[in-house]
Structure formats: C-alpha cells, structure tokens
C-alpha cells in the first residue's frame, strides 16, 4: 500500500495546456497491456483523490470520452472549496488539511494503493505533509511550452523502473527518504 502519483506528462512537465487540453495525450498511441497502463495500475487503487479543475475535467469530459459514466469506482476526494453539486459518483469534496484527507483515503484503500490523480500542487502539497510514497509518468512525446505543471517543487526521486510503451517513455519513481544525490 502506498501513495502514488500517476499520470501523464509531456516531455517539458505538463499536465494539460493552459486552457486543459488533454488531447495531446489521449490522441497517443499506448498498449493496454503493456508497461505501467492504466488497467493495471488502476486494479491495486483502493481510493482517489484530485483537485477541482481535474475533477472539472473529468465532469466535462463524461459523455464524449468517457461513455457517460463516471470511471471510477474507488472512493474519490476531491480538493476544493467550491460547490459542485451532486456528484456522479462515490466522491466527498473537502477543504480538510491534506493529512486528515490522506487518512480518511488510507483507511478506504485498505491494503490498495491512494492513487494521487493530480494536479501538480495539489500533489505537491502531499509531498510537503510528507505523505508521497512514488510518482509514475508516461511522458509523451511532445512538448507543450505551458500548462498546468506536472510536480511544481523539488523533489528528489529514485528511478525504480523505465519501460517503453508504444509512444510513451514510462518511469516510476520512490521519493527519496535520505533527501537524494
Ligand atoms: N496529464 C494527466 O494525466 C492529468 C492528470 C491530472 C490532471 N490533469 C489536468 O491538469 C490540470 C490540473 O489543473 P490544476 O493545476 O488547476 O490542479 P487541480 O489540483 O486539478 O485543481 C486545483 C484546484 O483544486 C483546489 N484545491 C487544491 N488544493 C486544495 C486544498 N488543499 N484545499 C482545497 N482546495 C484545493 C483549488 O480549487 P478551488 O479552491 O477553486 O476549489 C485549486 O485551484 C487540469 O486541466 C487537469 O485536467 C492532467
């Protein structure tokens, strides 16, 4: 059981284009049963949690990408100080301290992993409290120039694995204990 950020990034750190286009990552080609995909990542998920625009993302994209189905069924918290209405799935939004969010995910996610969907602050905030085990990155093959920032802090990381899947360079990291070389 860890806390895992996972995501897709373009080669010069970002998430989404700053007006949070994704279709340069989604357009890529990626093996489903390959290295660091999703299906098998999301399997050892016991719970999620993601910021506001993420979560926005995800309610504007339900019907055209994503079969109008919220995708997951996992517990999910979502970070904000808005008020979004009836969500469409298993999500409690909070304002909480991250600790007091992490724990309440932690306990949900039993002996699977709290996946960390982003966006960059938001896991950076994780990281601060000290509460990032690994950071996972399909970096496509683009650069964007501007956007919304994969991890926007240093952090120090050990590479534990890379692997090619199709068009994407996939690493995953540790964050390092001893405070890195
Ligand atoms: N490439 C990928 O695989 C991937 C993965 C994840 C996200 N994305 C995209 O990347 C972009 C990320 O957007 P973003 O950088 O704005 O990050 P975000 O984390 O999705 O949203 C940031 C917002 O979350 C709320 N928030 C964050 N921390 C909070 C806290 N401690 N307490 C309460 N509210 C908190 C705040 O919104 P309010 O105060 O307004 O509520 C904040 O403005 C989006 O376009 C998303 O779709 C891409």
């Known amino acids: 059981m860890a806390t ?13 284009t700053p007006d949070h286009d994704l279709s340069w990552l989604t357009s890529r080609d990626i093996d ?13 998920v016991g719970a999620l949690v993601m910021g506001a625009t993420t979560y926005q993302w995800v309610l504007d994209h339900l019907d055209e990408e ?8 996992q517990p999910t ?18 304002d909480a301290p991250v600790a007091d969010v992490h724990r309440a995910a932690r306990e ?14 938001l896991v950076g905030q994780f990281f601060d409290a000290q509460l990032l ?15 919304a920032p994969l991890l926007p802090r240093r952090v120090e990381l050990e590479l534990l694995e890379v692997a090619r899947n ?12 001893d405070g890195g070389g």
Do not use: K
């Open 66 to 73: 994503l079969g109008g189905q919220w995708p997951y069924e």
């Open 133 to 147: 085990d690994e950071v996972w990155v399909q970096f496509a093959p683009v650069t964007l120039g501007a956007g």
């Open 32 to 44: 489903p049963e390959g290295p660091m995909h999703y299906d098998g990542f999301v399997r050892d």
């Open 166 to 177: 199709r068009d994407f360079v996939c690493a995953r990291y540790a964050v390092a204990t």
């Open 4 to 16: 895992i950020y996972y995501t897709g990034s373009s080669l010069d750190g970002f998430l989404a």
């Open 108 to 121: 949900a996610a039993g002996e699977r992993n709290v996946w960390l969907v982003g966006g960059g602050d």
């Open 77 to 94: 918290w979502v970070l904000t100080h808005r008020d979004f209405g009836r969500p469409p799935g298993d999500v409690t939004f909070t």
